[in-house]
């Protein structure tokens, strides 16, 4: 009996990780936005050609990103231990946290909502949206060296 208790305990454990894997979840989420900017940035440097309609893609691909943000779902409380660089803050100011992430998306609303005509203007809001993405980590991430 307590062997079957055991055996069931163990695929309901199982089960929950095959289902819901708050880590993974969001360094995927992150990742994808890693790509994303990773994209405008080489028109930034002149190393892809500036095409209006395809940055407005990548900066309207940016926007979905940011809005599948859910701290509740990705950031659970004890999801701070594993294969994570998630830091401690987070769970001690979730306010601030959701706050960094409400910047992001305002300003990358903000650039769809006035999709940059030429490399300069893109710059420009690059350089406000990827501040975003690091004054996040520099607070919320820990440093793995
Ligand atoms: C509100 C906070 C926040 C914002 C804003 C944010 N990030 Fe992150 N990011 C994190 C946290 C926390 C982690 C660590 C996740 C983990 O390891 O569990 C992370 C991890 C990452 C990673 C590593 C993922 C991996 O595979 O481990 C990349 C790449 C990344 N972020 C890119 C970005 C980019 C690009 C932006 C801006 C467009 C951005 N992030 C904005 C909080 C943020």
Redesign the pocket.
Known sequence: MRKLVLAISMLAFAGSVAFADP?KD??AL??E??KL?GQLSKVVKGEEDFDAAAVLTTLKA?QANAEKWDAEKLFPAGSDKGD???APK?WEDKAG?NA??DK?LADVKAAVASPPADVDALKAQLNT?GG??GT??QT??IKKS
């Open positions: 880590i969001r360094q992150m990742k936005r890693g900017a940016l994570t660089t998630a987070i946290f960094a992430e992001l949206i975003d993405c996040c980590h919320y991430r």
